[in-house]
Nanobody
């Protein structure tokens, strides 16, 4: 299994970023997928999940209404659209299956600051 996250960067409060996760080494179209994050000095926490079909989505309360996850099974990719970003969203973001049982990738750094 290989998971490669990208799309992170610096954003201003209220701004947006779109993260991507390229997945390979397994049958992507059959896997529920998730996003997690680890902020500075914090434990890794669940952010969002999406079912294998894309029909069901789940979000942490802290991001509900601001973040949207989606996927493209033909591309083996899952996405996290992050809007109305807040400084507390600053973290390294990771994708994984759901529940998260695979080894974590490198993640992508998101920094929200003015």
């Amino acid at each position: 299994v290989q998971l490669v996250e990208s799309g992170g960067g610096l954003a201003q409060p209220g701004g947006s970023l779109r993260l991507s996760c390229a997945a390979s080494g397994f049958t992507f179209s059959s896997a529920d997928m998730s996003w997690a994050r680890q902020g500075p000095g914090k434990e890794r926490e669940f952010v969002a999940a999406i079912s294998w079909s894309g029909r069901e989505e789940y979000y942490a309360d802290s991001v509900k209404g601001r973040f949207t996850t989606s996927r493209q099974n033909v591309k083996g990719a899952v996405y996290l659209q992050m809007d109305s970003l807040k400084p507390e969203d600053t973290a390294v973001y990771y994708c994984n299956n759901y529940p998260s049982t695979w080894s974590w990738g490198q993640g992508t750094q998101v920094t929200v600051s003015s």
